[in-house]
T-cell receptor
Framework: DQQVKQNSPSLSVQEGRISILNCDYT??????FLWYKKYPAEGPTFLIS?????DKNEDGRFTVFLNKSAKHLSLHIVPSQPGDSAVYFC???????????FGPGTRLSVLP | NAGVMQNPRHLVRRRGQEARLRCSPM?????VYWYRQLPEEGLKFMVY????????ESGMPKERFSAEFPKEGPSILRIQQVVRGDSAAYFC???????????FGPGTRLTVL
């Protein structure tokens, strides 16, 4: 039972263009979401978060959008840079639980 | 300001041996989480601990796996009688309280021969 889904295993984008990474969830009790970025042979690093009471959070080039009715969130990176090439994980936490549930990740390649 | 530290970074064990993975959380962090990443898969939650307490171990296999976070010293994830299917990257994360972002260590890559 996969509570967090990232249906695109990989995505390629040209440098300077927008990258849009999608995430769908099934648990309506999720109240907090995070995005992490992971380079090979390193641990994930926190990127941006959003509470379920908001529909948008922006931090520099990164914006996360949350559509609660559709149980969908997306991460927008604009403009994309080659250094953004990494695996991106979406994670959700339900307000009864103590831990985050991670999606399988999307591998982003930003081409110069 | 050191981040989350894990050691060893790489661990090779033969089937039937024990594996001990260590995690030192960031300074001031009292919440520790362990995750496992199998090849080509995402992160799977294993266990959540606070000092001297296991808060949630719903992701831990019922047998051979145990975790602790003593009052002094690092958190330890212990795998007894390892099997080839235990080969994975094991990540530790820490936070100051359970409802904010978690900071991850670099991981320990366990290979079982």
């Amino acid at each position: 039972d996969q509570q967090v889904k990232q249906n695109s295993p990989s995505l390629s984008v040209q440098e300077g263009r927008i990258s849009i990474l999608n995430c769908d969830y099934t648990n309506s009790m999720f109240d907090y979401f995070l995005w992490y970025k992971k380079y090979p042979a390193e641990g994930p690093t926190f990127l941006i978060s959003i509470s379920s009471i908001k529909d948008k959070n922006e931090d520099g080039r990164f914006t996360v959008f949350l559509n609660k009715s559709a149980k969908h969130l997306s991460l927008h990176i604009v403009p994309s840079q080659p250094g953004d090439s990494a695996v991106y994980f979406c994670a959700g936490r339900d307000n009864y639980g103590q831990n985050f549930v991670f999606g399988p990740g999307t591998r982003l390649s930003v081409l110069p | 300001n050191a981040g989350v530290m894990q050691n060893p970074r790489h661990l090779v064990r033969r089937r039937g041996q024990e594996a001990r993975l260590r995690c030192s959380p960031m300074k001031g962090h009292s919440h520790v989480y362990w995750y496992r990443q199998l090849p080509e898969e995402g992160l799977k939650f294993m266990v959540y601990l606070q000092k001297e307490n296991i808060i949630d171990e719903s992701g831990m296999p019922k047998e051979r796996f145990s975790a602790e976070f003593p009052k002094e010293g690092p958190s330890i994830l212990r795998i007894q009688q390892v099997v080839r299917g235990d080969s994975a990257a094991y990540f530790c994360a820490s936070s100051t309280r359970q409802d904010i972002e978690q900071f991850f260590g670099p991981g320990t890559r366990l290979t079982v021969l």
